[in-house]
């Protein structure tokens, strides 16, 4: 069970069945390093606009501002004129080339410079097959993020969500940018609380497909599914250990809405919370000590924490009363949720050593927040100008990216771990 506030169930116009994201990138972060990304020479034959994945990708980061570079001819085997790009304000330049081979792949190669210092920083090459240009571009977004951040990039990483369009619910697996998805699981009643495995190679979900609430458990390599959690009652939200070998979940076996750990294999179910009060929407601490949860024992939902074995629990939400879906930072310091504040549902990030809440949303119907794996943006889903959207966001709030979806019902997005 969810204190959900958005149902599943909402009426939402066909998807087009090729439909894919746009990305619109707003706001202006405190310190961004301009960054010029020149076209690739080569690219113009290409099926993918490989220099422009790469300069969208490091904007919606917050890190970094594009600095214009086109109609200037650079490959990596140029030798910058640095006096030109430190008159344009870059900080650092990329440029390269991608040529298609006779075998049908593409050879993709890109060097990265330092215009202040006046050196090259990196040079990498990579050799794709069409379909996997997109992500070959993460990639490289990666090297740049990575090189310039001293931080690993989540470029490359994926984002999980759910779609309804008429009566179909479809969970998909996209790129961090929403685009290239895939359909995961596909269903006539509503899919949700989907959840990634620690190794990236599997998903956990809620499908009403039998009339109740059963949790699956699905490879995405080979898309085998079987059944984690077909108790009586309703078997929902599940979230994995760090190790990926235990999943806590709710449970309504015995009555009341309870949260209960079970095997990843479907054994040793064991039961946590001993409470008259709803308890749902675990989520693991990443050293897999704790647990976070949703309760309302104490009048209202409100955010708890109890260890991951079982015993009593401690209230950590007080700003208001009405505070849903933890979601943990990589590194354990903040929690990101859901926060009623008068008739609107935002999205708060509290550091949890000082208690300190700041909220990062300016929309006022958000749910679902998931940390990137880095720990540097929160994706969560909301409402735009009357659209259902995917918005990912910096922890200030300052750069925030919608990923847009035309006539479609978007919500419960997850983000990946690092590996793919």
Not at 314 to 324: D, K
Request: glycine share 10%; with cysteine; proline share 6%.
């Amino acid at each position: 069970m969810k204190f959900a506030r958005r149902s599943l169930l909402a009426a939402a116009l066909p998807l087009p069945a090729l439909a894919e994201f746009r990305v619109e990138i707003t706001g202006i972060g405190a310190t961004q390093m301009p960054i010029a990304i020149a076209p690739l020479q080569g690219e113009a034959s290409a099926p993918q606009p490989v220099a422009a994945i790469v300069r969208a990708n490091l904007e919606r980061s917050g890190r970094f501002r594009g600095v214009d570079a086109a109609g200037v001819p650079l490959s990596e085997l140029s030798t910058p004129v640095w006096a030109d790009w430190r008159g344009k304000n870059a900080d650092a330049l990329s440029a390269g080339s991608l040529t298609r081979l006779a075998d049908g792949r593409w050879d993709l190669r890109h060097r990265l410079w330092d215009v202040v210092a006046g050196k090259e920083l990196l040079g990498a090459s990579h050799t794709v097959v069409a379909d996997d240009l997109r992500l070959a571009a993460h990639r490289v977004s990666d090297t740049i993020y990575e090189k310039l951040t001293g931080e690993r990039g989540v470029f490359a990483t994926r984002l999980a969500y759910v779609t309804k369009a008429g009566r179909n619910f479809t969970l998909w697996v996209a790129d961090a940018d929403g685009e290239g998805r895939k359909a995961a699981v596909t269903s006539n009643e509503p899919i949700i609380s989907p959840a990634w495995a620690p190794d990236g190679r599997s998903l956990a979900y809620v499908s009403f497909h039998t009339g109740k609430a059963v949790v699956y458990l699905q490879d995405l390599q080979s898309g085998a599914r079987r059944t984690l959690a077909d108790f009586r009652g309703t078997n929902s939200a599940p979230a994995f250990s760090p190790d990926g070998q235990r999943l806590a979940l709710s449970l309504s076996r015995d009555g009341g809405t309870q949260l209960f750990t079970i095997g990843r294999d479907g054994g040793g179910l064991k039961r946590l919370t001993q409470s008259l009060a709803i308890d749902t929407e675990p989520c693991y601490s990443p050293d897999g000590r704790q647990i976070y949860f949703v309760s309302d024992r104490g009048g209202g939902p409100q955010i708890y924490r109890m260890p991951a074995e079982g015993g009593s629990a401690e209230r950590v939400s007080f700003n208001g009363p009405y505070n849903i879906s933890p979601a943990l930072s990589p590194d354990g310091r903040l929690l990101a949720y859901v926060s009623r504040q008068g008739g609107a549902f935002r999205i708060a990030v509290m550091e949890l050593a000082s208690g300190s809440v700041q909220l990062i949303s300016d929309t006022q119907d958000d749910e679902s927040p998931s940390f990137a794996p880095n720990g540097r943006l929160l994706v969560y889903a909301t409402r735009v100008q009357g659209r259902d959207v995917l918005m990912t966001s910096t922890l200030d709030g300052k750069v925030k990216a919608s990923l847009v979806i035309s006539s479609a019902d978007v919500r419960e997005p997850a983000w990946s771990p690092f590996g793919r």
